[in-house]
């Protein structure tokens, strides 16, 4: 469920943001911020090697990485845009190595 309200308060951001609604976009950011520190809280209560300082972390650079792509994106300047998902695509894959690693971690003979 949370997964779930992350994406559809990300496609509420999009919708306020094409409307030019900064301060939809802004309340819906702090709803976002909410939602991500809830799955952190979920997800690092779950795994004692999700380090949860490090995950909010991790998370709110990419709410930020995406929503300024959105920006970007929406104010058609493209060059900024691609530079951003370039950047938010690695940090992903960051983020994605650091759940993974908890995982190997917590469950170490499923790894052997």
Same mark, same amino acid.
């Given at each position: =469920?949370? *997964?779930? =309200?992350?994406i559809v308060?990300?496609?509420d951001i999009?919708?306020?943001?094409?409307?030019g609604d900064q @301060?939809?976009?802004? @309340? *819906?950011?702090?709803?976002? =911020?909410?939602?991500?520190n809830d799955i952190v809280t979920f997800l690092s209560d779950a795994n004692p090697y999700w380090d949860k300082e490090d995950f909010t972390e991790m998370f709110m650079k990419h709410l930020? *990485?995406?929503?300024d792509e959105v920006i970007f994106r929406l104010n058609k300047d493209w060059e900024e845009d691609i530079n951003t998902a370039d950047i938010n695509e690695a940090h992903l894959i960051k983020m994605g190595d650091m759940l993974t690693d908890g995982i190997v971690k917590q469950f170490p003979e499923k790894f052997q």
């Open positions: =469920e949370m *997964l779930k =309200e992350h308060i990300a496609g999009i919708d306020a943001a094409k409307k @301060k939809g976009v802004d @309340k *819906l950011n702090q709803d976002w =911020e909410r939602n991500a930020k *990485l995406t929503t």
